[in-house]
């Protein structure tokens, strides 16, 4: 019970020094606020009003909390064992495909089969959208964050070019969209807002994520190999094959969140499904230092500031890049923090 204790409580003290990180990005903010005539007080209050001052709000902060905690888990686990995954946006955008497929598909299939149907074709594009760079990893050495990062654009641009070519729906009226998803396609939403079924599968990706590294064999061995691969390999641990598991793993996840958004939000496959959820899903797990319960702060925080950044700007005045600068500053506050503490070390 004494061992649970200190671990309980460290993972506390992990949290609350993110939260404490995060307000030191605020007070620098206000800071440069103060320094342009604007009071921060009346900003930040602006931000959480409109994020979290009506049940509309509150609600739309879940919504986007969504996808960034399933593109957050995505870039997690393979950086668990050193690796680094910059394409949940590519990821994403490759289930969103593969989902599209389905749906235009096989649209008369009954709903119990229908559905499911779906949530496996976002997963296996995902997966395949971070299998191929993790393949040039293992095969020829090509560094993954740069491959990942690279694919993104070129799954995007297939996205364009599907949705403005054989894809179109012919009554768009020249706008570039797919026919819209039959009903069968659509996931639930609850209490009367945009809250959608999307949020078990982020939670339970979470969870999964947890117990995994946790209690599981697979777990303790992909933390070994982040903590030192050279010894992992000598212990004989298939590094390889972890590398292609954790990546595709990862980038499954990735595509639910695509498959979520548009069977869910969209009702259709169009251009900028996703707002950079990929990217900053990548962004939250690097300000949780890649730990399931700050996934789930951090991706609430960033839901918070998006949401609320669209206030600041119709009552302040202040542009929507107030926001990009807070979230860009709690990133380099949380990893130069990171950084300086190895250095101690």
Not at 226 to 233: K, L, M, S, V
Not at 278 to 294: D, I
Not at 336 to 341: A, L, Q
């Amino acid at each position: 019970m004494v061992a649970l204790a200190r671990v309980i409580d460290s993972r506390v003290l992990v949290q609350l020094r993110l939260l404490g990180m995060a307000g030191l990005a605020f007070v620098v903010v206000g800071a440069f606020l103060v320094l342009f005539g604007k009071n921060p007080l009346l900003a930040y209050a602006e931000i959480f009003r409109g994020a979290l001052g009506t049940s509309y709000g509150a609600s739309e902060v879940i919504v986007r909390a969504i996808p960034l905690m399933l593109c957050a888990v995505a870039t997690a686990l393979p950086a668990r064992m050193g690796l680094v995954n910059v394409g949940p946006e590519g990821q994403l955008h490759a289930g969103a495909l593969a989902v599209t497929w389905g749906a235009l598909t096989f649209g008369a299939l009954p709903r119990p089969v229908f559905l499911p149907a779906l949530v496996a074709l976002g997963l296996l594009g995902g997966a395949i959208g971070a299998f191929v760079p993790a393949l040039l990893r293992v095969k020829v050495g090509v560094n993954e964050t740069i491959s990942t990062l690279l694919l993104n654009y070129v799954i995007v641009l297939l996205v364009e070019h599907m949705v403005r070519g054989p894809w179109k729906d012919p009554m768009s009226f020249n706008w570039p969209y797919t026919p819209e998803f039959p009903d069968a396609a659509r996931l639930s939403t609850y209490w009367g807002t945009r809250i959608h079924a999307g949020l078990w599968f982020a939670l339970a990706a979470i969870l999964l994520f947890y117990f995994t590294l946790r209690f599981t064999r697979w777990g303790y061995e992909l933390r070994v190999i982040g903590d030192n691969p050279e010894a992992a390999g000598r212990a004989g641990i298939p590094i390889g094959r972890y590398t292609l598991l954790a990546m595709s793993i990862g980038g499954a996840l990735a595509g639910l969140a695509g498959m979520a958004e548009i069977c869910a939000i969209q009702g259709r496959l169009r251009p900028g499904i996703s707002t950079g959820f990929g990217y900053t899903g990548f962004l939250v797990s690097w300000l949780a230092l890649h730990h399931p319960l700050g996934i789930v702060v951090m991706a609430i925080l960033l839901g918070v500031l998006s949401v609320g950044g669209d206030s600041i700007q119709i009552s302040l005045g202040l542009p929507y890049a107030t926001v990009n600068i807070i979230t860009s500053l709690i990133f380099f506050i949380v990893l130069g923090s990171r950084f300086r503490r190895r250095a101690t070390a």
